[in-house]
């Protein structure tokens, strides 16, 4: 076999003494190659990206260990092991991702989901506890994860998401057609506000925005800058440009004791605090993420 163009060191087509791979031997291979690669969790990487060529969950894998791989077997995980040495985070070379309890497709198209914001999600739905809010307003969704987990969470709630790009549009469209939430969530091409009907009125607005200085983007681990949509990270106005217009635009779409929650940088909730009660919010809350950081802001109409 060719050898050109692939990581020498993760795996060869057969092991010394011209004994073919068992995927343990892949396994450890690929783990050996991330870890030279400063890949955190090798191991982990590894399992899943052999397990995902081969069609396994990972306890599947485990029964598996001593199984022989086939030459057609072991191209399908190079491929994959080339992208992740490489530096394609570990979502896209998946092709998917968990979150508040969904599988989502995930790729180029829009920002991984991240735990902070599904965090947030959970702080959200247990906020408002049996109050369900019957119409929700997902700004910049992205994959939709958000907009589909509430969805999920509330099966009364009226959900409609916005994006400014059409191609996470579609991303968040796929998704939502393959939880079977396709006529609960309506997805609307939109920058922010701008075709929100000027009539139409919600009990929660939440959203993701970009909130990174360009500073902050250019320091970003290289997956983050190379790989994701800068336009979903970073924000003018050292990182309150999205935020500020939120605010101040998400008032004339609120029910009387509607809400807002919005995902923030930390060190952003001094700022956002005299910002929203500039225009007029009548209660703010700053919320610590699990880590100890300002994460997340709750302001009322």
Same mark, same amino acid.
Request: aromatic fraction near 4%; charge should be positive.
């Given at each position: 076999m060719p050898r050109h163009g692939r990581p020498e060191t993760t795996m060869s087509e057969t092991a010394q003494g011209g004994r073919p791979l068992s995927v343990l031997e892949v396994i450890r291979k690929s783990s050996d190659f991330f870890a030279a690669k400063g890949i955190e969790s090798p191991r982990l990487n590894a399992e899943l990206l052999v397990g995902q060529s081969l069609g396994l969950k990972r306890m599947q894998l485990y029964l598996q260990f001593e199984?022989? %791989?086939?030459?057609p077997e072991l191209a399908k995980i190079r491929q994959l092991v080339r992208r992740r040495g490489l530096g394609e985070p570990l979502q896209y070379v998946l092709g998917e991702a968990e979150f508040h309890?969904?599988?989502l497709k995930v790729d180029?198209?829009?920002l991984i989901p991240r735990p902070e914001t599904e =965090?947030? !999600?959970?702080?959200? !739905?247990e906020r408002a506890g049996t109050a369900h809010p019957a119409a929700v307003l997902d700004l910049g969704t992205g994959t939709g994860a958000?907009?589909?987990?509430?969805?999920?969470? =509330?099966?009364?709630?009226? !959900?409609?998401?916005?994006?400014?790009s059409g191609e996470a549009l579609a991303l968040a469209t796929e998704n939502a057609q393959a939880l079977g939430l396709g006529t609960r969530v309506s997805l609307v091409q939109s920058d922010w506000f701008s075709q929100v009907?000027?009539?139409?009125?919600f009990d929660l607005v939440v959203a993701n925005p970009p909130y990174l200085s360009a500073e902050e983007t250019e320091k970003a681990p290289a997956e983050v800058r190379e790989h994701e949509p800068a336009a979903a990270l970073t924000a003018g106005d050292g990182g309150l440009a999205d935020l500020r217009h939120i605010l101040k635009g998400a008032l004339r779409h609120l029910n009387p004791g509607g809400w807002?929650? %919005?995902?923030t940088g930390p060190g952003q909730h001094a700022e956002l605090r005299q910002i929203a009660g500039e225009y007029g919010w009548t209660r703010f809350e700053s919320l610590r993420d699990l880590a100890g950081r300002d994460r997340c802001v709750l302001a009322w109409a």
């Open positions: 199984r022989v %791989l086939a030459e309890g969904l599988k180029r198209r829009a =965090w947030m !999600v959970h702080t959200v !739905v958000i907009a589909l987990a509430l969805a999920t969470a =509330w099966p009364g709630a009226c !959900v409609t998401a916005v994006d400014l009907p000027a009539e139409a009125r807002i929650a %919005l995902e």
